[in-house]
């Protein structure tokens, strides 16, 4: 079997590719690499004798157009070139609350994604993930006025980037779901405690003030929308023992 892991050179692609069978014909596909999906260079090249398709990719830039143009235009090319090939099956890397966070430039590109995949008529399969134990820090930057960090109590459950990365490898050497599956860390918590408890184990002196109308990325989220309504998948790493791990190989 040839799988292709678009983004293959990335946080959850790098991990992808390790958690493969040794008897898969692994190829990783990213513009390191000579593919680049946004431009369709090598792309064809790429899927020649493929059955699966996996795509970890990710916009190197959030703006709206950007990332809209990012997204509609790689997984177009993606489709195209998995129809002449003959792909089996499509593995796409989404984020859990999707359609519900519409406002935000970035999540109205994920859907726009999704839904390409779904109309594609290949087989496939969505995995929205929570937020990334990794992505704290992102979240903390996004989320300050001044000195101070602004978030709502919405709650979390956030998971770390390995378990994700051991999920979609499982999914990508199985059958296709020709749905979406939510996956998500093993604890519900508030945003908010979530960010102070990295700030604190970093030792960065910001305050986390609480603002229940305060978006996430520029979407107004309700205390449910980013957490799993059915998950498939429910991690087993706990936040405070990872980042704990993650302090002392610091």
Known sequence: MKIVIIGGTGLIGSQVVKNLPENVDVLVGSPQTGVNTVTNRGVEEALTNAEVVVDVSNSPSFADEDVLTFFTSSTQNIVAASKKAGIKHLVILSVVGTDQLQKSGYFRAKKAQEDLIKASGIPYTIVQATQFFEFAGSIAAGSRVQNKIVLSTAFTQPIASA???????????????????EIGGPERVGMDKWIRYYLQVMKKPLDVVIDTNAPYFGSAIGQTTLVPVHAAFTGAIHYKDWISKSENQQ
Do not use: D, M, Q, Y
């Open 163 to 181: 378990e994700i990365a051991a999920f979609v490898s499982e999914r990508a050497i199985g059958e296709p779901a020709n749905s979406t599956l």
